[in-house]
């Protein structure tokens, strides 16, 4: 059930690229044309072109740039993402899934509800759960009753594979926040 992310982005970049590129060239056809003044001279392309050799430093430099770009999108395309949806367990044959978001805010919801916790923040790793925060008492009984409230949410929820779980709390100052 866990789903992973559509490489949206990259495509989007690509095909704007591309179709403002396949735009400008059919702009500056239909403009010489007519004989009407060019946005973009054809002429003015051509003759840089012409002068410019392969042993140039701009040619050198904007293959690299278009070698790491494909690249970059490659490993966009090939590599996976961070799960979008994370499997819950399986009963009776059904299959279900939560969202990334809404089992972050449900933690945090279950570790703000601890007494005397402030400024709750809870971060999903693949294999790790870290609920950091601000706390009034002692340090070691609020991580322990965070623990408790988080463990016992997560027990509710059931996700299929329950990631460790780290707490790391600070000590909320006379001043204010240390």
Known sequence: MTR???RVVPAVVVALVLCVLAVLVVVSLIQRL?????WVSYD????????TTWGSVWVLGVGVVIIVLGLVL????ALPGKPVVLALESGDGIEAGITR????HALADAAGRVEGLD?????LRSK?????????????R???????AVADRLDRIKPATVPRLRTSLRPIGHGGER
């Open 34 to 38: 007519t004989g009407a003044r060019e």
């Open 74 to 77: 490659l490993a966009a395309a």
């Open 142 to 148: 609020t991580a322990q009753e965070v623990g408790e």
């Open 4 to 6: 992973r992310p559509r």
């Open 101 to 104: 978001r809404s089992l972050r």
């Open 128 to 140: 790790k759960i870290h609920v950091a925060g601000h706390t009034r008492h002692g340090i070691e």
């Open 44 to 51: 003015s392309i051509a003759t840089r072109l012409h002068d």
């Open 119 to 123: 400024k709750t923040r809870v971060r």
